[in-house]
T-cell receptor, first 115, second 117 residues
Framework: GAVVSQHPSRVICKSGTSVKIECRSLDFQATTMFWYRQFPKQSLMLMATSNEGSKATYEQGVEKDKFLINHASLTLSTLTVTSAHPEDSSFYIC???????????FGDGTRLSIL | AQSVTQPDIHITVSEGASLELRCNYSYGATPYLFWYVQSPGQGLQLLLKYFSGDTLVQGIKGFEAEFKRSQSSFNLRKPSVHWSDAAEYFCAVGIMNYGGATNKLIFGTGTLLAVQP
């Protein structure tokens, strides 16, 4: 159990476009979802934490207007990279947790490439 | 400040040999500790976790880890490595929020494991 599906797995788009990434918990309800960014050969950096039905909490240095997060239901959170530029190219990974006392379960990530 | 250190960036072991991946943490309270494994181009899979109780924790795929408070360590071990274990391994500490529950993970920089035939 505790499967998280992330879609798309890879996206390539032109600079200036907006890209939406979906994160779904398939067999559990995720009251909290997390979005991470991972640069090549580096660790995961937490971007934001979202709780169902409330605004996301962003980490210091993460632009909330750039990275829009929506967590409208207990099984779906979305990350929209607005007006994406080449420096936004990265590997984005989401995770979900049943509650704050439970481990996070990760999606397979989205490789975003901005040309 | 909270931090996790994985001193070994890259380790190579022979198939069948034993393995130990090091992890040290810095955290002011009792930590929640995790080990995750990441295959290329994929997300992370939870290997094991320590919340409290027995300091020797058993995980999936034959892995275990031991929490040593005096050394601020949570090293991952496996007695006999298989070729399929080649991947990147991340140690993480869960950060307590005001309510006493974890809501964030601070990751180490990862250790890339290569397995020789």
């Amino acid at each position: 159990g505790a499967v998280v599906s992330q879609h798309p797995s890879r996206v390539i788009c032109k600079s200036g476009t907006s890209v939406k990434i979906e994160c779904r918990s398939l067999d559990f309800q995720a009251t909290t979802m997390f979005w991470y960014r991972q640069f090549p050969k580096q660790s995961l950096m937490l971007m934001a934490t979202s709780n169902e039905g409330s605004k996301a909490t962003y980490e210091q240095g993460v632009e909330k207007d750039k990275f829009l997060i929506n967590h409208a239901s207990l099984t779906l959170s979305t990350l929209t990279v607005t007006s994406a530029h080449p420096e936004d190219s990265s590997f984005y990974i989401c995770s979900g947790a049943r509650d704050l006392n439970q481990p996070q379960h990760f999606g397979d990530g989205t490789r975003l490439s901005i040309l | 400040a909270q931090s996790v250190t994985q001193p070994d960036i890259h380790i190579t072991v022979s198939e069948g040999a034993s393995l130990e991946l090091r992890c040290n943490y810095s955290y002011g309270a009792t930590p929640y500790l995790f080990w995750y494994v990441q295959s290329p181009g994929q997300g992370l899979q939870l290997l094991l976790k320590y919340f409290s109780g027995d300091t020797l924790v058993q995980g999936i795929k034959g892995f275990e880890a031991e929490f040593k408070r005096s050394q601020s360590s949570f090293n991952l071990r496996k007695p006999s490595v298989h070729w399929s274990d080649a991947a990147e391994y991340f140690c993480a500490v869960g950060i307590m929020n005001y309510g006493g529950a974890t809501n964030k993970l601070i990751f180490g920089t990862g250790t890339l494991l290569a397995v020789q035939p």
